[in-house]
């Protein structure tokens, strides 16, 4: 199993919660990590982080009283169909002297390459098991950064530095740095350090010094005590490449979700860049604000608490998805599940969190009544997810009795939260005795798009009664066009 903290465009719920239960039983695993740099010849490069945990693999001796794991890597970037770089290599675990305990172990390379967008793949594999168990991982990432503008480049999360003037990509700035693979920060981890770098000040700054803020922010809607030292600021002096390293306390988090954010200012206090990286802090011992009374009858049980949680998807944000569509959330205590909980609905309307919360428990109510399946709830439905993401929509023509098609619904939407006009949903059924409906085609920016949508609806099948939400338009299910309605139409102008 491959877990990336901040290039793969998946977050598991063990980044998070310092879990390291595998997604799939057996097979190596695995957490990746990159960040992509400059340098000051204009060149720029691209590292990766990787940390193998060792009770996921095979240990097998490797001298006398002696044992090992390996990993075998392979790591490439593809330009269209052109590998540009690769590498392939086996990482080789610290020795032990008996197999009960299995340390991690971890691996940096840096490749330079020019810039760009290019396709990261990412295979590991344990070569002592004969099963051969192969984990794999694909993404687009980015290399380098605007010439004409202050920058700031990925941060690496660290979790050690001494200085050193050896050359490896564990090296920068005169410093060795072992990479701290993961955004999850448990209790007992009190400082949070990291590298990174500022690009351009000469080129904008119009005097020869600036100023670097960085600081702890809260992502789950209280407020920190600053009297705790989560803000610094260090005057540099302008030039082409300016690297940062700086440790952050971060003992006196309550536990939650946070973001390291760091800025660059002017002489004249004129923000010219920031940037944000997100990690999560468990700390049992510190208290934050107090959970309202009003949210207890929603957690007066495990089972009840995390289906309000569960029943939360549509409107996640990426880096909660992990955990509110895993499995895992038996592994977590219910005093974190009920604050992480509370916490959720506290940064979506810091002033009234209950009343939030109960508004959209009453569209989820809505949907479970609409939408249902013997084995599937409402809101974890297509119909369900899009309801209760964008609200109901303006108009839902419903066509259940076309003989010429399956049955299918078009949603319109006049305007979507973030601004966009006029958008249409396309969901249909192939099984006229249930009533799943999949979303077929969609307009929404992000959604599924399909441009064949219109052929796909053409069948000669039976119909379905027709269920009743907001703004909905049945069509008479008895009286059939002899030729069907045109989908076309439908869409077009839905009603």
Same mark, same amino acid.
């Given at each position: 199993?491959?877990?990336?903290?901040?290039?793969?465009?998946?977050?598991?719920?063990?980044?998070?919660?310092?879990?390291?239960?595998?997604?799939?039983?057996?097979?190596?695993?695995?957490?990746?990590?990159?960040?992509?740099?400059?340098?000051?010849?204009?060149?720029?490069?691209?590292?990766?982080?990787?940390?193998?945990?060792?009770?996921?693999?095979?240990?097998?001796?490797?001298?006398?009283?002696?044992?090992?794991?390996?990993?075998?890597?392979?790591?490439?970037?593809?330009?269209?169909?052109?590998?540009?770089?690769?590498?392939?290599?086996?990482?080789?675990?610290?020795?032990?002297?008996?197999?009960?305990?299995?340390?991690?172990?971890?691996?940096?390379?840096?490749?330079?390459?020019?810039?760009?967008?290019?396709?990261?793949?990412?295979?590991?594999?344990?070569?002592?098991?004969?099963?051969?168990?192969?984990?794999?991982?694909?993404?687009?990432?980015?290399?380098?950064?605007?010439?004409?503008?202050?920058?700031?480049?990925?941060?690496?999360?660290?979790?050690?530095?001494?200085?050193?003037?050896?050359?490896?990509?564990?090296?920068?700035?005169?410093?060795?740095?072992?990479?701290?693979?993961?955004?999850?920060?448990?209790?007992?981890?009190?400082?949070?350090?990291?590298?990174?770098?500022?690009?351009?000040?000469?080129?904008?700054?119009?005097?020869?010094?600036?100023?670097?803020?960085?600081?702890?922010?809260?992502?789950?809607?209280?407020?920190?005590?600053?009297?705790?030292?989560?803000?610094?600021?260090?005057?540099?002096?302008?030039?082409?490449?300016?690297?940062?390293?700086?440790?952050?306390?971060?003992?006196?988090?309550?536990?939650?979700?946070?973001?390291?954010?760091?800025?660059?200012?002017?002489?004249?206090?004129?923000?010219?860049?920031?940037?944000?990286?997100?990690?999560?802090?468990?700390?049992?011992?510190?208290?934050?604000?107090?959970?309202?009374?009003?949210?207890?009858?929603?957690?007066?049980?495990?089972?009840?608490?995390?289906?309000?949680?569960?029943?939360?998807?549509?409107?996640?944000?990426?880096?909660?998805?992990?955990?509110?569509?895993?499995?895992?959330?038996?592994?977590?205590?219910?005093?974190?599940?009920?604050?992480?909980?509370?916490?959720?609905?506290? $940064?979506?309307?810091? @002033?009234? /969190?209950? &009343?939030? *919360? +109960?508004? %959209?428990?009453?569209?989820?109510?809505?949907?479970?009544?609409?939408?249902?399946?013997?084995?599937?709830?409402?809101?974890?439905?297509?119909?369900?997810?899009?309801?209760?993401?964008?609200?109901?929509?303006?108009?839902?023509?419903?066509?259940? $009795?076309?003989?010429? @098609?399956? /049955?299918? &619904?078009? *949603? +319109?939407? %006049?305007?979507?939260?973030?601004?966009?006009?006029?958008?249409?949903?396309?969901?249909?059924?192939?099984?006229?005795?249930?009533?799943?409906?999949?979303?077929?085609?969609?307009?929404?920016?992000?959604?599924?798009?399909?441009?064949?949508?219109? $052929?796909?609806?053409?069948?000669?099948?039976?119909?379905?009664?027709?269920?009743?939400?907001?703004?909905?338009?049945?069509?008479?299910?008895?009286?059939?066009?002899?030729?069907?309605?045109?989908?076309?139409?439908?869409?077009?102008?839905?009603?």
């Amino acid at each position: 199993m491959i877990k990336m903290r901040t290039g793969f465009k998946i977050l598991f719920l063990f980044l998070l919660l310092g879990c390291t239960t595998p997604l799939f039983a057996g097979g190596p695993e695995a957490y990746l990590n990159f960040a992509t740099y400059s340098a000051p010849n204009g060149k720029t490069f691209f590292e990766t982080y990787l940390s193998v945990m060792g009770n996921s693999l095979r240990f097998v001796k490797s001298g006398k009283n002696k044992y090992a794991g390996k990993a075998h890597v392979t790591l490439s970037f593809k330009l269209h169909d052109s590998v540009v770089a690769s590498a392939n290599f086996n990482l080789v675990s610290p020795e032990v002297s008996d197999t009960l305990t299995k340390p991690n172990f971890v691996d940096a390379h840096r490749f330079w390459i020019p810039k760009g967008t290019y396709t990261l793949t990412f295979t590991l594999d344990d070569p002592n098991d004969a099963s051969h168990k192969t984990i794999t991982g694909k993404q687009a990432v980015r290399v380098g950064y605007p010439a004409d503008t202050v920058s700031i480049s990925d941060a690496e999360f660290l979790n050690s530095f001494t200085p050193s003037n050896e050359a490896s990509p564990y090296n920068k700035c005169g410093y060795y740095m072992v990479p701290y693979v993961f955004s999850y920060y448990p209790q007992g981890v009190n400082r949070l350090s990291f590298y990174c770098e500022i690009y351009n000040t000469p080129k904008i700054i119009p005097r020869e010094k600036f100023k670097i803020t960085y600081s702890i922010e809260s992502d789950g809607g209280f407020t920190l005590d600053q009297s705790s030292n989560f803000t610094a600021t260090t005057l540099r002096d302008a030039d082409t490449v300016v690297p940062l390293m700086a440790q952050v306390p971060i003992g006196n988090l309550p536990t939650g979700n946070y973001f390291l954010s760091i800025s660059v200012v002017d002489m004249n206090n004129h923000t010219l860049a920031k940037k944000r990286y997100s990690f999560s802090k468990e700390n049992p011992g510190m208290k934050s604000n107090q959970i309202p009374q009003g949210f207890a009858v929603y957690m007066s049980s495990r089972d009840t608490l995390e289906e309000s949680i569960r029943c939360l998807a549509p409107i996640s944000k990426y880096n909660e998805q992990g955990y509110v569509i895993s499995d895992s959330l038996n592994y977590v205590s219910m005093i974190e599940l009920k604050r992480w909980f509370y916490y959720f609905w506290q $940064s979506r309307d810091s @002033t009234h /969190p209950l &009343e939030a *919360w +109960e508004k %959209y428990l009453s569209d989820v109510m809505k949907v479970n009544h609409s939408f249902n399946m013997p084995n599937l709830k409402g809101y974890r439905t297509d119909r369900g997810r899009v309801y209760l993401q964008y609200g109901p929509p303006n108009i839902r023509d419903v066509e259940k $009795s076309n003989p010429a @098609t399956y /049955p299918h &619904e078009i *949603w +319109e939407y %006049y305007k979507l939260p973030d601004g966009q006009t006029d958008v249409k949903f396309v969901f249909y059924s192939t099984a006229v005795e249930t009533n799943n409906y999949v979303l077929l085609h969609s307009t929404a920016t992000g959604e599924t798009q399909n441009p064949h949508w219109q $052929s796909a609806l053409y069948s000669s099948v039976g119909t379905l009664l027709p269920s009743n939400l907001d703004n909905e338009k049945v069509v008479d299910p008895t009286g059939q066009d002899p030729i069907g309605e045109d989908v076309n139409d439908e869409f077009n102008n839905p009603h």
